[in-house]
């Protein structure tokens, strides 16, 4: 058994004001878009409660795959502002993950300048922070492109 720590800390510029790039996180239908893994992929929420306090549980994984849980405990969310909360990621009823993830918002001229940091621990080998950052490198690209969409 084993457990390593990381970081995952990443900032992206959006053209988008604060309160749009915020509701994209806040909203349960615009997260299932941008936060759809792709094609090949299944991701559903058991539920979805954007409020201090709550959790959301969201089911993905490869189809006909593994299927990984994902919860998060909101603990704080302070509108265009910031969003923290705990994670946890299991597998098979292991647990692969768990830390914190905060979420800042920043107006800027023209846009957003928003910054994620996820700190975390990984066990037993089976998660790491390179998977991490990948991961949230590609939603936070796809969060772009939602927010660019025309609808």
């Not at 936060?35 to 299944?42: A, I, Q, V, Y």
């Not at 302070?78 to 292991?94: A, H």
Request: charged letters at 25%; glycine letters at 12%; hydrophobic letters at 30%.
């Amino acid at each position: 058994m084993s457990i390593e720590e990381g970081t995952v800390e990443l900032t992206r510029k959006y053209d988008q004001p604060v309160a749009d790039v915020f509701s994209a996180w806040s909203s349960e239908e615009a997260q299932r878009k941008w936060g759809d893994p792709g094609e090949g992929w299944d991701l559903t929420f058991d539920q979805f409660r954007f409020t201090v306090g709550e959790t959301d549980i969201c089911r993905f994984g490869p189809k006909g795959g593994s299927t990984y849980i994902n919860e998060n405990r909101y603990l704080q969310i302070e509108p265009g502002l910031r969003i923290v909360y705990t994670t946890t990621l299991t597998c098979g009823n292991r647990l692969t993950f768990a830390g914190t993830v905060a979420i800042t918002f920043e107006a800027t001229k023209g846009g957003t300048r928003m910054k994620l940091i996820e700190q975390g621990l990984y066990f037993d080998g089976q998660d790491d922070v390179a998977g991490h950052r990948s991961g949230w490198d590609g939603m936070l690209e796809a969060l772009g492109n939602f927010l660019r969409s025309p609808c």
